[in-house]
């Protein structure tokens, strides 16, 4: 019988790995984020939620690896609460709060008290805390210039406002020299005057401006989903265009100005939960992350397989060669054979490869190290690998596939290979064929 001293070792040793794991799996986004900007959204509803300390204790941690920090804030349900107070009710068309004199007040008041708030935590330094020795400099300034909205409709919005311009000398520079920049959603006139902005477009405009590596975006929901319910994790901005219509109010506000941004020039806007603890730490350095992440550039993609691929490829493919479902290659024949390799890459990672050799008759090749790394054996990648591979058969001329297999015949037999036998073979094939291995062969005939 296990004692409890037993059962508790284990536990520790099982959390400890567990951390180690993910400190190491961690570190190349630690590396590849710092020096980089990040443009973060938080909205009125996130800097009420319960969770926005941890948010801050996030966002502080990102400051000590290096990331550039520019912090946009709203405070939409803070400005709702002073106008209820206070009697009034706010006019609003087309999604945009008209913004009279009077309401204007209250948006400056709510504002305000949101922007010290927000520097008070990230001063925040208790000995015992997340943040002690942080040392987190913030600053906020006249860095956005705003015009009038106008009349649209018959109606003016008059001092609601949109952005003129973003001064991204002045920002660069407090980035430069260590300073989180906060921005509100407010704008000043070279008159003087203030207008109300709406949070995701002075978001979007400054990530744009300052050429941000990212803009993330903190919403209610985990992301965008599906209409059957399930999370988009990954989607082009051409792709979320096409399903913006299906998305619900708030998180339509957040997917435009995802898309926008992409178009724009970021290369990936992200949509976290804010009542998600850790939701920033695992979307930023987890492979997989936890929202929605639009990408303007190929986040995975299937390219032909280069010198620098030949370290992740021994690294997929070695655990099938020990298993020997794989031949063993060693790495001066992958060096042979690298231009004959198509990989599908992750990130940055490996996370698929396949070759495709061709026989001397010129009308046949052979499919070999068709892999997939466990991770990741979803969404039909080992399908898209076998489609790219017959694909690059067809514009070579060939005629036919064949694939030697020990383990998996039944998945090629799924998909039009049938079983030969090994006389059929080419003949340079042939003689190379290994009988001691006893592989099945199967052919597929290109249409």
Same mark, same amino acid.
């Given at each position: 019988?296990?004692?409890?001293?037993?059962?508790?070792?284990?536990?520790?040793? !099982?959390?400890?790995?567990?951390?180690?794991?993910?400190?190491?799996?961690?570190?190349?986004?630690? $590396?590849?984020?710092?020096?980089?900007?990040?443009?973060?959204?938080? +909205?009125?509803? @996130?800097?009420? $939620?319960?969770?926005?300390?941890?948010?801050?204790?996030?966002?502080?941690?990102?400051?000590?690896?290096?990331?550039?920090?520019?912090?946009?804030? +709203?405070?939409?349900?803070?400005?709702?609460?002073?106008?209820?107070?206070?009697?009034?009710?706010?006019?609003?068309?087309?999604?945009?709060?008209?913004?009279?004199?009077?309401?204007?007040?209250?948006?400056?008041?709510?504002? %305000?008290?949101?922007?010290?708030?927000?520097?008070? !935590?990230?001063?925040?330094?208790?000995?015992?805390?997340?943040?002690?020795?942080?040392?987190?400099?913030?600053?906020?300034?006249?860095?956005?210039?705003?015009?009038?909205?106008?009349?649209?409709?018959?109606?003016?919005?008059?001092? =609601? +406002?949109?952005?003129?311009?973003?001064?991204?000398?002045?920002?660069?520079?407090?980035?430069?020299?260590?300073?989180?920049?906060?921005?509100?959603?407010?704008?000043?006139?070279?008159?003087?005057?203030?207008?109300?902005?709406?949070?995701?477009?002075?978001?979007?405009?400054?990530?744009?401006?300052?050429?941000?590596?990212?803009?993330?975006?903190?919403?209610?929901?985990?992301?965008?989903?599906?209409?059957?319910?399930?999370?988009?994790?990954?989607?082009?901005?051409?792709?979320?265009?096409?399903?913006?219509?299906?998305?619900?109010?708030?998180?339509?506000?957040?997917?435009?100005?995802?898309?926008? @941004?992409?178009? %724009?020039?970021?290369?990936?806007?992200?949509?976290?939960?804010?009542?998600?603890?850790?939701?920033?730490?695992?979307?930023?350095?987890?492979?997989?992350? =936890?929202?929605?992440?639009?990408?303007?550039?190929?986040?995975?993609?299937?390219?032909?397989?280069?010198?620098?691929?030949?370290?992740?490829?021994?690294?997929?493919?070695?655990?099938?060669?020990?298993?020997?479902?794989?031949?063993?290659?060693?790495?001066?024949?992958?060096?042979?054979?690298?231009?004959?390799?198509?990989?599908?890459?992750?990130?940055?990672?490996?996370?698929?490869?396949?070759?495709?050799?061709?026989?001397?008759?010129?009308?046949?090749?052979?499919?070999?190290?068709?892999?997939?790394?466990?991770?990741?054996?979803?969404?039909?990648?080992?399908?898209?690998?076998?489609?790219? @591979?017959?694909?690059? @058969?067809?514009?070579?001329?060939?005629?036919?596939?064949?694939?030697?297999?020990?383990?998996?015949? $039944?998945?090629?037999?799924?998909?039009?290979?049938?079983?030969?036998?090994?006389?059929?073979?080419?003949?340079?094939? !042939?003689?190379?064929?290994?009988?001691?291995?006893?592989?099945?062969?199967?052919?597929?005939?290109?249409?």
């Amino acid at each position: 019988m296990k004692s409890v001293k037993d059962v508790t070792v284990r536990a520790v040793d !099982k959390n400890r790995k567990e951390y180690i794991t993910f400190f190491r799996e961690s570190s190349p986004y630690i $590396h590849v984020h710092r020096g980089r900007t990040f443009v973060i959204m938080l +909205g009125g509803d @996130a800097l009420a $939620h319960h969770n926005l300390g941890n948010i801050i204790n996030d966002i502080a941690l990102l400051s000590s690896l290096g990331v550039r920090l520019v912090l946009v804030h +709203g405070a939409r349900p803070q400005i709702d609460e002073r106008l209820k107070e206070r009697g009034l009710c706010s006019q609003w068309h087309n999604g945009r709060r008209v913004t009279d004199k009077a309401t204007l007040e209250h948006v400056k008041d709510a504002v %305000g008290n949101m922007r010290a708030m927000i520097e008070s !935590k990230l001063s925040l330094g208790l000995v015992n805390s997340p943040m002690h020795g942080a040392r987190i400099r913030v600053l906020s300034g006249n860095f956005v210039t705003a015009k009038p909205l106008g009349v649209h409709d018959g109606l003016d919005y008059q001092h =609601t +406002g949109e952005i003129r311009k973003i001064d991204k000398t002045a920002i660069q520079q407090l980035l430069d020299s260590g300073y989180v920049v906060l921005l509100p959603c407010l704008g000043l006139s070279p008159s003087g005057e203030i207008f109300n902005l709406d949070v995701e477009e002075v978001a979007t405009f400054t990530a744009i401006k300052l050429n941000a590596e990212k803009l993330i975006l903190f919403g209610e929901e985990q992301g965008i989903f599906e209409q059957d319910g399930a999370l988009i994790s990954r989607i082009s901005p051409s792709k979320a265009e096409a399903r913006i219509n299906n998305v619900n109010k708030e998180g339509r506000q957040l997917f435009k100005a995802a898309i926008m @941004a992409c178009r %724009g020039g970021v290369e990936r806007s992200q949509i976290i939960s804010f009542a998600q603890d850790g939701a920033l730490l695992l979307e930023l350095f987890t492979r997989d992350g =936890t929202g929605t992440m639009i990408s303007r550039d190929h986040y995975e993609e299937i390219r032909s397989a280069s010198n620098e691929d030949i370290s992740g490829i021994l690294e997929l493919i070695r655990p099938l060669e020990r298993q020997g479902i794989l031949r063993r290659r060693s790495r001066k024949e992958l060096e042979r054979e690298i231009k004959l390799f198509s990989v599908i890459v992750l990130d940055g990672m490996i996370i698929g490869c396949a070759s495709l050799h061709p026989f001397s008759d010129n009308e046949s090749a052979e499919l070999a190290c068709v892999v997939v790394h466990p991770d990741y054996r979803s969404a039909q990648r080992g399908d898209r690998l076998l489609e790219h @591979a017959e694909q690059q @058969a067809r514009e070579l001329g060939m005629r036919y596939i064949f694939v030697l297999t020990t383990q998996t015949a $039944h998945w090629f037999i799924e998909r039009g290979f049938l079983a030969v036998s090994e006389q059929v073979l080419p003949k340079d094939k !042939k003689t190379a064929y290994n009988v001691k291995r006893q592989s099945k062969v199967f052919l597929k005939e290109l249409s």
